[in-house]
């Protein structure tokens, strides 16, 4: 029996992926998560083979739920659904050694091959997106507007977003106060941003956090 943790901060959301691993008799959902702390909570607790988070959850994102899962050495496949096509967030997930990541809208479709293919040990990343991304990058490499923050750097700049103070940040993320610092100050020089407000701000348009 395989066991899957899913993890997204909607319940109408969990449902319809529980709905749908369900369709298998030797699947099992061990636990669902509304935040990132917790989906990590529960990999620890009920050592799952798959754990399917979004990637724009509160106090971890996704990338950051699999980095954390990478770190305590758990042998546990990270699945990302989101609704955003984004290079960055594909090259984080890669370089966080997350090997699966698909649409949420294309869930209903493709969900199970996806979870087949990680727990085979094969990546599974839809096509629809490496295809959109290799034309961006071929159109856009020599004049790509958007500042590529890391995804620790994204991290901080989300729960500062929502309303945590950098002590309160590097007890969740498990920093120092001055590693928080670092990395805040570091992705506001990139950002060119002097205020919270403005962090804010882009919090809200790239949607790390709900206005």
Do not use: C
């Amino acid at each position: 029996m395989k066991r899957i943790v899913i993890a997204d901060d909607h319940e109408v959301v969990r449902s319809g992926l529980r709905a749908i691993v369900d369709t298998r008799s030797d699947w099992i959902v061990s636990g669902e998560a509304t935040n990132g702390e917790q989906a990590v909570a529960l990999a620890l607790e009920t050592r799952p083979d798959i754990v399917i988070v979004d990637y724009s959850m509160p106090l971890m994102n996704g990338i950051e739920v699999g980095r954390r899962l990478r770190l305590l050495h758990l042998r546990t496949e990270v699945l990302i659904l989101t609704m955003h096509e984004s290079e960055e967030l594909l090259t984080e997930a890669v370089l966080a050694g997350i090997r699966g990541f698909l649409f949420k809208s294309d869930a209903r479709k493709h969900l199970i091959s996806a979870i087949e293919a990680l727990l085979d040990g094969r990546p599974y990343f839809t096509s629809v997106l490496l295809e959109k991304l290799l034309h961006d990058y071929q159109i856009n490499k020599q004049n790509r507007s958007d500042v590529l923050l890391t995804s620790r750097e994204q991290s901080v700049v989300q729960l500062i977003a929502e309303g945590h103070t950098n002590r309160m940040i590097s007890a969740i993320l498990k920093l120092s106060v001055k590693t928080v610092e670092t990395h805040r100050a570091a992705a506001m020089r990139k950002l060119g941003m002097s205020s919270t407000a403005e962090l804010v701000r882009y919090a809200i348009r790239k949607k790390l956090v709900a206005p």
